[in-house]
């Protein structure tokens, strides 16, 4: 093993950096192609680096794990490390569990890189006796200090050799994405951890190299929160890979806490770095409660995780803007309270947090639960006898008491700790903004972001000039970020599509954000505002006729159709004259986009109308007969009774649709404005609240 410090900081043996030094090279792994011979674990078969996370699992890059060794549609590999004890070293095959960007199956052309996150999770094919990192649970867009410690495999003087090098630097953050300046990469080191020393926690992986010069980039380690979960409300821990490692990564560092070997833990070096962090808990504190954090069932949501710590700090009207990606698990959540110095204020948080986990919804239940909400809330009394005043000790003691009348999902989906969960029709939903640029035929800005009931727009991400073709890859990853933040199991969020009037006709919800995937349509309900909306000049009318569609009743007004035929829109006057229940069935728009056309739907929205049908054409092909739409539109309608219940409506006939549910036929391409009049959109460059 090499130390590449420049200054000697590793080399006292009693420095808590040589310390953290030799954690990180017991972690650290080589990844090699499965291969026999005289030396198959030599430099010839060496793809690259990794390092253990949790017990049998490892993390490496998504370039380096697909150059393994494909059997059908898995891909092997063998893992590589010193064996305990300092024996010799050990190799296990391992199995490609994981892989982000989600649906990444092969490596690309060559000179053509992997795009971020580029993260791969290797299984470990057998139970192996391992060392594992500490990851760091919290989002850190700057490293404290600015120094960073990387470790890598690499190949020298024709053999291979572990690298730990204290010369780095944290040069910024892009994303996910930090950008390692000084030191020198060397090929093969993609895959190593990234190491803040000042708190002794895994922040990044790398993922390549500068050319020509000293440095490259590295993953933050919060891009593992954009695996895949459940398709619905998970059954059990092993269903969600990502809560599967992080439970285990912190049962292990809590065991080890618990159980001290012969060398340092982590949490000890930790405990040595960190004398002067300012944190409330100290790093054995932390290992404890993320440790007991993790006998629980994960948060049911991220979604109701960001609920649950926005009410744990007090804030009201909005979560606010959240790191992306957003926390996903307990530990994630612990790391994003908004500590200030460490006082009691800040343990009155984590306390406060942690009653709200032990009474939290669960996505299931298993023999132990019971145990471990026992566990955890002895804890917490436990620390606040001696640190917190009387009144907040009986402040815990109530919720703890709540906690246990309230037995069954239902009660503590209703009646969480702090504060009130979002009412029906107060969820957050996520808003696309796709803007034509009017001189780039078919090029489109563009803007993601999470819309609160309250008005406000939290961005996730945003773009420019993107070609229409190249829409669907480049949105892929800001829109599954934000509906992350915003679903809950068997209850996808709106997405809201606002596009220009001349653009209506574009079938969002038909596109697919992974190949082969869902369409967005099929997933989730769907609407569409309006960009450019001409103005209503009765603003009183357009509030009631919006009340009464979702407080009354709805029937359908066929506005644009004639025994078939299209004919124009009425005049305002005869508009105005409609009844407050009118939802106008636009039959023919997207077949005659043309002037006439614009200045009807102009006259629609300029008397108050924010609830229309529009039927798309399909550009080839026969239409559907329009009296078969005019009478099953009336019906769904009817059915659906209120507006709000719309979106829900449309959303059922396209799953229809989609599972050849020939009855649903006729809603092929009808597309739903339902453009909120109380909740005016952001506007250009106006997305409020960056991350």
């Not at 999770?121 to 760091?136: G, K």
């Not at 986009?593 to 200045?599: I, K, W």
């Amino acid at each position: 093993m090499t130390y590449d410090d420049g200054d000697g900081a590793f080399y006292a043996p009693d420095e808590p950096l040589a310390a953290l030094a030799s954690l990180v090279a017991a972690a650290t792994v080589r990844i090699h192609r499965p291969t026999h011979g005289y030396d198959p674990h030599g430099p010839g078969s060496f793809l690259g680096s990794g390092f253990f996370v949790a017990p049998n699992w490892v993390l490496t890059c998504a370039h380096v794990g697909l150059m393994g060794e494909r059997q059908g549609e898995v891909c092997q590999v063998d893992v590589v490390f010193a064996a305990p004890g300092g024996e010799g070293v050990t190799a296990v095959g391992g199995t490609l569990a994981a892989v982000l960007p989600e649906g990444l199956t092969a490596l690309p052309a060559r000179g053509v890189r992997v795009p971020s996150p580029d993260l791969a999770l290797i299984r470990l094919d057998s139970p192996t006796e391992h060392p594992c990192v500490h990851l760091a649970e919290r989002v850190a867009r700057r490293l404290d200090g600015g120094r960073v410690v990387w470790a890598g495999w690499a190949e020298v003087d024709g053999g291979l050799e572990l690298v730990v090098s204290a010369r780095g630097h944290d040069s910024g953050s892009v994303g996910s994405q930090i950008q390692l300046g000084d030191g020198m990469l060397t090929e093969g080191m993609s895959g190593g951890p990234v190491i803040d020393p000042r708190r002794g926690q895994v922040v990044g992986v790398i993922k390549s190299r500068t050319v020509g010069a000293s440095g490259g980039t590295a993953v933050g380690i919060e891009a593992l929160r954009t695996l895949p979960g459940p398709a619905g409300l998970l059954r059990d821990e092993a269903h969600d890979t990502y809560q599967a490692v992080c439970h285990a990564h912190d049962r292990y560092h809590r065991d080890r806490h618990h159980h001290p070997g012969p060398e340092e833990s982590w949490t000890d070096v930790q405990t040595r770095l960190e004398k002067s962090a300012g944190r409330v808990l100290g790093p054995a504190q932390r290992a404890e409660l993320l440790g007991r954090l993790a006998e629980l069932p994960p948060p049911v949501s991220t979604a109701a995780l960001l609920d649950l710590i926005a009410r744990a700090e007090g804030r009201r009207g909005g979560r606010g803007a959240q790191p992306v990606p957003a926390p996903r698990s307990w530990r994630d959540g612990l790391g994003e309270l908004r500590e200030t110095h460490g006082g009691p204020a800040d343990l009155e948080l984590v306390l406060r947090y942690c009653m709200s986990a032990v009474a939290a919804e669960r996505p299931y239940v298993t023999a132990d639960t019971p145990q471990a909400e026992q566990e955890l809330w002895q804890w917490v009394r436990e620390l606040a006898r001696d640190r917190l005043t009387r009144s907040f000790r009986g402040e815990l003691r109530q919720l703890w008491a709540e906690s246990r009348e309230r037995t069954d999902r239902e009660q503590r989906r209703t009646v969480p700790a702090y504060g009130e969960r979002p009412r029906p029709g107060e969820r957050a939903g996520v808003l696309l903004e796709l803007e034509p640029r009017g001189w780039e035929r078919d090029s489109y800005d563009w803007r993601v972001g999470v819309a609160h009931f309250n008005g406000e727009v939290d961005a996730i991400g945003d773009g420019t000039g993107t070609p229409l073709e190249d829409l669907t890859g480049s949105l892929a990853g800001p829109l599954s970020e934000a509906f992350r933040q915003c679903d809950e199991p068997d209850e996808p969020a709106v997405l809201q599509v606002a596009l220009a009037q001349a653009e209506l006709g574009l079938d969002v919800e038909r596109w697919s954000l992974v190949p082969g995937g869902l369409p967005l349509g099929v997933q989730r309900p769907v609407v569409v505002r309006c960009l450019d909306p001409e103005p209503s000049d009765a603003a009183a009318e357009e509030q009631a006729r919006w009340d009464h569609l979702h407080t009354v009743g709805m029937r359908a007004e066929d506005v644009d159709c004639q025994d078939g035929d299209w004919v124009p829109v009425e005049g305002e006057e005869r508009l105005r004259s409609l009844a407050h229940e009118t939802v106008p069935l636009l039959c023919h728009y997207a077949q005659r986009p043309d002037g006439e056309t614009a200045e009807g739907f102009g006259r629609l929205a300029r008397t108050g109308y924010r609830v229309l049908l529009l039927r798309r054409s399909p550009g080839t092909g026969p239409e559907t007969l329009c009296a078969d739409v005019h009478r099953r539109a009336a019906r769904v309608l009817t059915e659906a009774r209120t507006a709000s219940q719309l979106p829900g409506k449309i959303h059922e006939l396209r799953k229809g649709v989609w599972d050849k549910r020939t009855e649903t036929y006729w809603s092929d391409r009808v597309a739903l404005l339902y453009d909120d009049p109380r909740h005016p959109l952001p506007g250009p460059g106006l997305l409020l609240n960056a991350p």
